[in-house]
């Protein structure tokens, strides 16, 4: 079967693709590092709980506070990026998620128990004794299973030769398993989630001048990241290896854009360990942030080599609807500003009253 012809024909878009693309880039960026934080920091805390060392009872509780406004603000940044893929890779995503759609679905229900437990075990925490393992579990083991369904649809819609199998299997059952790219996406993804998740704890010690305990936890965080780094650079090579030939070859000289993007993260990759060693918090922090957005551009440029074949992004149909996409920018800037005052409300520990 010639998988083209499974392809959806792309709907017109109100305005010009750029735009599309330049807040899906932002908003992307938004989600991947709270995302990050929330996956990283459920790993640590089950890390500790696992080992049940009670010296690091401060570090978990602490966690447990910060983790369900930490789920919130991930789905919520999530929404976006995702909305704005579909308007550009519709005819792919939409596809993807159909023929896995008993999974897709599940994250739902996936997303839900996560939230459910980190919240029992925030304000149940003290009273939970030993079952805070479970809960922290729950959380983290939730979240892991929605990022593997989240990297098998991201790679379904790459690779419409893997959609034949829907002639044999029509159930929305089919994951895209068999792709070299899955697992060691999946798994660097992980890795940088500890390396931020290590991070966002060193940052928030680092503002607790009045903890005795605070320099330690801030060279526990760094060190999370400073070696899940390391591993997140080795899985990043299995990554580039596992990539077809035509799209490693862009990142590997073939085209100056990819390679100076990879290039250049990877090198920041680099600096940041450096500087995560010697305990740089605030430099570490600007640097991984800088990479995490080159990386998200980067994964851009990757995909749209996949799909070369078969779409170009910049080719869309435009009708020109202008409307639409003002009352948006309005509504996304009142948005920004409700937030940055709720987190300013959050962060003074006080109660607004009307």
């Not at 998200?296 to 078969?310: E, F, G, I, K, Q």
């Amino acid at each position: 079967m010639d998988p083209t012809r499974l392809i959806p024909s792309a709907l017109p878009i109100p305005i010009e693709w750029g735009w599309f693309y330049l807040f899906q880039v932002l908003t992307f960026i938004l989600h991947i590092l709270v995302m990050n934080v929330m996956l990283g920091a459920s790993i640590i805390a089950l890390v500790h709980n696992v080992r049940g060392k009670r010296d690091s009872e401060p570090l978990t509780k602490t966690i447990s506070v910060k983790l369900p406004f930490t789920i919130a603000f991930a789905v919520n940044f999530g929404v976006a990026p995702l909305l704005f893929m579909q308007v550009l890779y519709g005819q792919f995503l939409y596809t993807s998620s159909v023929l896995m759609a008993v999974y897709w679905l599940g994250v739902v229900g996936l997303v839900i128990a996560a939230y459910g437990s980190a919240y029992v075990y925030d304000f149940r925490y003290t009273a939970l004794g030993s079952l805070k393992t479970l809960f922290i579990a729950v959380t983290a083991l939730c979240l892991l299973a929605t990022g593997f369904i989240f990297t098998n649809n991201m790679t379904l819609m790459l690779n419409p030769e893997a959609w034949t199998a829907y002639v044999d299997n029509a159930g929305g059952t089919i994951l895209n398993l068999s792709d070299p790219t899955v697992l060691p996406r999946y798994l660097h993804v992980v890795a940088s989630s500890t390396a931020l998740g290590g991070l966002a704890l060193a940052l928030l010690y680092q503002r607790r001048k009045d903890d005795p305990q605070a320099g330690r936890w801030v060279r526990h965080g760094m060190n999370w990241y400073a070696f899940s780094t390391v591993v997140q650079m080795a899985l990043g090579l299995w990554f580039l290896t596992a990539l077809p030939e035509r799209v490693s070859h862009l990142l590997l000289g073939g085209s100056l854009p990819h390679t100076l993007v990879f290039a250049a993260g990877a090198i920041l990759g680099i600096f940041s360990i450096s500087n995560a060693l010697r305990y740089n918090v605030r430099t570490t922090a600007i640097i991984s942030v800088t990479t995490v957005s080159l990386m998200v551009y980067l994964r851009d440029m990757v995909r749209d080599a996949y799909l070369s074949p078969y779409f170009n992004v910049s080719e869309r149909v435009v009708t020109g609807e202008y409307s639409p996409f003002v009352l948006f920018v309005l509504t996304l800037l009142a948005g920004v500003a409700i937030i940055v005052w709720m987190l300013r409300t959050a962060s003074t520990d006080t109660e607004v009253r009307s």
